[in-house]
Nanobody, 115 residues
């Protein structure tokens, strides 16, 4: 079993920045994908960004050029640097650990961007 815990959410003005962190613990396989998803009120959960253990990344079009995902394999930690935040980025952000068919989700952290 794998547990993931997020931190770093909060309230920020439009144009500002936030950094989210997520640490996985438990039985961690070296080959995995760590990702960030978000869910705004009344909307479905959507992928924000994900990164494989070899460093390949994938971003939603809406965040390309503004958000950067990175990871520290030694610490089993993934980061999401969010710059030039917009009110449309307001959502609960969830961390995800994925390996083959197995997924583990964090509790989520709220990000609120005021205009």
């Amino acid at each position: 079993q794998v547990q993931v815990v997020e931190s770093g959410g909060g309230l920020v003005q439009a144009g500002g920045s936030l950094r989210l962190s997520c640490t996985a613990s438990g039985i961690i396989f070296s080959i995995n994908t760590l990702g960030w998803y978000r869910q705004a009120p009344g909307k479905q959960r959507e992928l924000v960004a994900r990164i494989t253990s070899s460093g390949s990344t994938d971003y939603a079009d809406s965040v390309k050029g503004r958000f950067t995902i990175s990871r520290d394999n030694a610490k089993n930690t993934v980061y999401l640097q969010m710059n030039i935040l917009e009110p449309e980025d307001t959502a609960v952000y969830y961390c995800n650990y994925q390996r083959n068919w197995y997924n583990s989700w964090g509790q989520g952290t709220q990000v609120t961007v005021s205009s």
